[in-house]
């Protein structure tokens, strides 16, 4: 039973106040962001990003995708402000634009994976890319 973690959120004024807020705030973008990142393609793109910047080309060579898919994958970074890209000479270069509050997201998201265990990747309702199911087609 996991009561006690609910016990431990209110013994903690920070966290209850975190979650007071999330839980009033209109969460559309949240669910916009995590849906950026729950595509693999997208999250290897930006972990090897952290590395530094890249030019299309070697991001394609990375992922071992097409150009054009590769390229639909940092439209949709950039657009979500998670990547910046500038020209150099004839090449496109591309960038974390929020660096910090990214890796203090992805290093938090791998302290909640290590604090459940296996309880992700063991969700009968979640497949092995991130789409939620249809509760009615699981068996729910």
């Not at 004839?90 to 203090?104: F, G, I, K, P, Q």
Request: some cysteine; aromatic content about 2%; charged content about 20%.
């Amino acid at each position: 039973m996991r009561c006690h973690r609910l016990v431990s959120i209110e013994l903690e004024p920070e966290l209850a106040a975190a979650a007071t807020s999330a839980a009033e705030s209109d969460s559309s973008a949240a669910v916009c962001l995590f849906r950026s990142l729950a595509d693999p393609t997208r999250l290897r793109i930006l972990l090897h990003l952290a590395l530094g910047e890249h030019r299309v080309v070697e991001l394609t060579e990375h992922v071992g995708l097409a150009q054009s898919t590769t390229s639909t994958h940092l439209a949709c970074l950039r657009d979500c402000g998670l990547v910046q890209v500038r020209t150099v000479g004839r090449s496109s270069v591309y960038s974390l634009a929020v660096a910090t509050e990214l890796m203090d997201l992805l290093s938090a998201a791998e302290r909640v994976l290590a604090a459940t265990g296996d309880a992700v990747t063991l969700c009968p309702r979640i497949d092995h890319t991130g789409e939620a199911h249809d509760p009615a087609q699981v068996g729910a």
